[in-house]
């Protein structure tokens, strides 16, 4: 497994790590100790060394099982965290420095560690980017000794460059061949100010491995399911606010490009050919998906010729649905 630089944090990272919202089950399912621990066996025999996650994963389980996991390994473990969601409710004047040390120390307590590796805001409302007061409280959470660096994970490539003007290590955002809108200027800006990317939603919901039709069954629990028109939070969470019968043309064409019915290892290696990436961190609800998204690491490059095919079927299908609303 191939490292990368996590910007100003200066860690070496796998260019893959492991995303959990969906740790130890599929979205909506009970949640299932045994295989969350297997699927982080699976990531750390593998070179996985980073980790993904939030507070609010799985009830605050998600943390409690990385936490069980991390305490017998000698090879230490990049864990990112977020926070922010919890509030109830959500809204931009709850995100004070209070609340969220409140919200760290719970985090420490889960994880079982004395300081977090980073710690991210949850894609809190947009007017939160520009809360200097949080930000200043931020840098006294860091000087207590509870988080050694801090970020965001954002919504709207815009909050990303409104938060650098802060003092962040890190921003996590939707990247994949459905959300080219980073490219325009957000990883310029990325490079520039060392600041480590998280490539999140990697492959749209699932649309992007191919395995989806239009007789795709999802369960009444799964986002995918009752949130495809931003019922319940940001429509970009659910196949990456694409339209799914739109998206279903758009993988079919890709299929038609890189000639293959499983896309998940291509659309993986797709993000990794942008060098401002610093690691991506597709999910999975069973060890098996663990290998299945490691293959992307040991593929050959995409060819300049293929990349340029990628953005013609985003222009064709994409483009005008997706690219101005985030």
Same mark, same amino acid.
């Given at each position: 497994? +191939?490292?990368?630089?996590?910007?100003?944090?200066?860690?070496?990272?796998? +260019? &893959?790590?492991?995303?959990?919202?969906?740790?130890?089950?599929?979205?909506?399912?009970?949640?299932?100790?045994?295989?969350?621990?297997? @699927?982080?066996?699976? !990531?750390?025999? *593998?070179? /996985?060394?980073? /980790?993904?996650?939030?507070? &609010?994963?799985?009830?605050?389980?998600?943390?409690?099982? @990385?936490?069980?996991?991390?305490?017998?390994?000698?090879?230490?473990?990049?864990?990112?965290? $977020?926070?922010?969601?919890?509030?109830?409710?959500?809204?931009?004047?709850?995100?004070?420095?209070?609340?969220?040390?409140?919200? &760290?120390? %719970?985090?420490?307590?889960?994880?079982?560690?004395?300081?977090?590796?980073?710690?991210?805001?949850?894609?809190?409302?947009?007017?939160?980017?520009?809360?200097? +007061?949080?930000?200043?409280?931020?840098?006294?959470?860091?000087?207590?000794?509870? &988080?050694? *660096?801090? %970020?965001?994970?954002?919504? $709207?490539?815009?909050?990303?460059?409104?938060?650098?003007?802060?003092?962040?290590?890190?921003?996590?955002?939707?990247?994949?061949?459905?959300?080219?809108?980073?490219?325009?200027?957000?990883?310029?800006?990325?490079? +520039?100010?060392? /600041? %480590?990317?998280? !490539?999140?939603?990697?492959?749209?919901?699932?649309?992007? #491995?191919? $395995?989806?039709?239009?007789?795709?069954?999802?369960?009444?629990?799964?986002?995918?399911?009752?949130?495809?028109?931003?019922?319940?939070?940001?429509?970009?969470?659910?196949?990456?606010?694409?339209?799914?019968? #739109?998206?279903?043309?758009?993988?079919?064409?890709?299929?038609?490009?890189?000639?293959?019915?499983?896309?998940?290892?291509?659309?993986?290696?797709?993000?990794?050919?942008?060098?401002?990436?610093?690691?991506? @961190?597709?999910?999975?609800?069973?060890?098996?998906?663990?290998?299945?998204?490691?293959?992307?690491?040991?593929?050959?490059?995409? #060819?300049?010729?293929?990349?340029?095919?990628?953005?013609?079927?985003?222009?064709?299908? @994409?483009?005008?649905?997706?690219?101005?609303?985030?």
């Amino acid at each position: 497994m +191939e490292k990368r630089r996590f910007g100003k944090t200066g860690a070496m990272v796998s +260019e &893959i790590g492991l995303g959990t919202w969906q740790l130890g089950g599929k979205w909506g399912d009970n949640f299932n100790e045994v295989e969350a621990m297997n @699927i982080l066996n699976t !990531a750390y025999e *593998n070179g /996985i060394n980073f /980790i993904d996650t939030a507070d &609010i994963y799985n009830y605050g389980k998600s943390e409690e099982m @990385i936490g069980k996991f991390i305490k017998d390994k000698k090879d230490k473990l990049y864990i990112t965290t $977020k926070c922010g969601r919890g509030l109830d409710p959500h809204t931009a004047e709850r995100y004070t420095g209070e609340n969220m040390e409140k919200f &760290i120390d %719970g985090s420490l307590k889960r994880l079982g560690v004395e300081k977090l590796d980073m710690v991210l805001l949850h894609c809190p409302p947009t007017s939160v980017y520009k809360k200097d +007061e949080l930000f200043s409280a931020l840098d006294k959470i860091k000087e207590k000794g509870k &988080i050694a *660096n801090y %970020g965001v994970s954002i919504e $709207k490539v815009s909050e990303g460059l409104q938060a650098m003007e802060y003092n962040i290590a890190a921003i996590e955002v939707i990247f994949n061949m459905f959300r080219l809108k980073p490219l325009d200027e957000l990883f310029k800006k990325t490079m +520039e100010n060392d /600041i %480590g990317v998280i !490539a999140r939603v990697p492959l749209a919901s699932g649309l992007l #491995t191919g $395995k989806f039709s239009e007789n795709t069954v999802f369960g009444e629990k799964d986002h995918r399911f009752y949130n495809r028109n931003g019922e319940f939070f940001d429509k970009g969470e659910t196949f990456s606010g694409v339209d799914y019968k #739109t998206g279903l043309q758009a993988v079919d064409e890709l299929k038609r490009v890189f000639k293959t019915e499983n896309l998940s290892p291509i659309a993986l290696c797709w993000i990794l050919m942008h060098e401002a990436v610093s690691t991506v @961190i597709p999910g999975a609800s069973r060890k098996e998906q663990v290998i299945s998204n490691i293959v992307a690491a040991n593929i050959p490059n995409l #060819t300049s010729e293929q990349m340029n095919e990628v953005e013609k079927i985003y222009d064709k299908y @994409i483009r005008g649905i997706v690219h101005n609303l985030w």
